[in-house]
T-cell receptor, first 116, second 117 residues
Framework: AQSVAQPEDQVNVAEGNPLTVKCTYS??????LFWYVQYPNRGLQFLLK??????LVKGSYGFEAEFNKSQTSFHLKKPSALVSDSALYFC??????????????FGAGTRLAVHP | GAVVSQHPSRVICKSGTSVKIECRSL??????MFWYRQFPKKSLMLMAT?????????EQGVEKDKFLINHASLTLSTLTVTSAHPEDSSFYIC?????????????FGPGTRLTVL
């Protein structure tokens, strides 16, 4: 069964430092992986996705993620954190549903707190 | 990117009443839309898949008679919480896949916060 794990409930980073938000996955077949960000009382915003190709995927707002097949990981990274990056981050994996449509299975979420 | 709207953004209702939440894709067509429920400080739980022109597909454990879904057109899906109770209070979010294909990333609405008194 497809699943996603985000082992950290919260990540604290000082502004200007690099940040990493961890995600590991379990899928049958090739993984389609996504990262989304949620600001308070808002819907989710798409950051980036991995479908195929280069293992390093670049996305919105300076974020990137590295797909590592051997470690079944898809960690989100940013070289220099901003206070405005503070939000809730979700990793997700595509799950093939019945009838041909595809669903997203979300991790539990990681709250990123960037301190000035 | 594509825009998905939800209405209302916030609703407070009395126990026993029904509440309708609308989800619209503003600049693209969506034959499929998804409805999620999010509890405080928790992840999103997929409730159902809304299919234009056919019945919605519900996830295990979600009462289809409680949460009525209608995909009236290629740009509109509605979720009706029938005979709402306080335990139905939650943040409801809809999404639609970009480009009409569920292989693509999903665009999410801003969410609707339902409070049942």
């Amino acid at each position: 069964a497809q699943s996603v794990a985000q082992p950290e409930d919260q990540v604290n980073v000082a502004e200007g430092n690099p940040l990493t938000v961890k995600c590991t996955y379990s899928v049958s077949g090739n993984p389609y992986l996504f990262w989304y960000v949620q600001y308070p009382n808002r819907g989710l915003q798409f950051l980036l996705k991995y479908i195929t190709g280069d293992n390093l995927v670049k996305g919105s707002y300076g974020f990137e993620a590295e797909f590592n097949k051997s470690q079944t990981s898809f960690h989100l990274k940013k070289p220099s954190a901003l206070v405005s990056d503070s939000a809730l981050y979700f990793c997700a994996v595509r799950k093939v549903g019945t009838g041909g449509y595809n669903k997203l299975i979300f991790g539990a979420g990681t709250r990123l707190a960037v301190h000035p | 990117g594509a825009v998905v709207s939800q209405h209302p953004s916030r609703v407070i209702c009395k126990s026993g009443t029904s509440v309708k939440i609308e989800c619209r894709s503003l600049d693209f067509q969506a034959t499929t839309m998804f409805w999620y429920r999010q509890f405080p400080k928790k992840s999103l739980m997929l409730m159902a898949t809304s299919n234009e022109g056919s019945k919605a597909t519900y996830e295990q454990g979600v009462e289809k008679d409680k949460f009525l879904i209608n995909h009236a057109s290629l740009t509109l899906s509605t979720l009706t919480v029938t005979s709402a109770h306080p335990e139905d209070s939650s943040f409801y979010i809809c999404s639609a896949p970009a480009g009409g294909s569920s292989y693509n990333e999903q665009f999410f609405g801003p969410g609707t916060r339902l409070t049942v008194l």
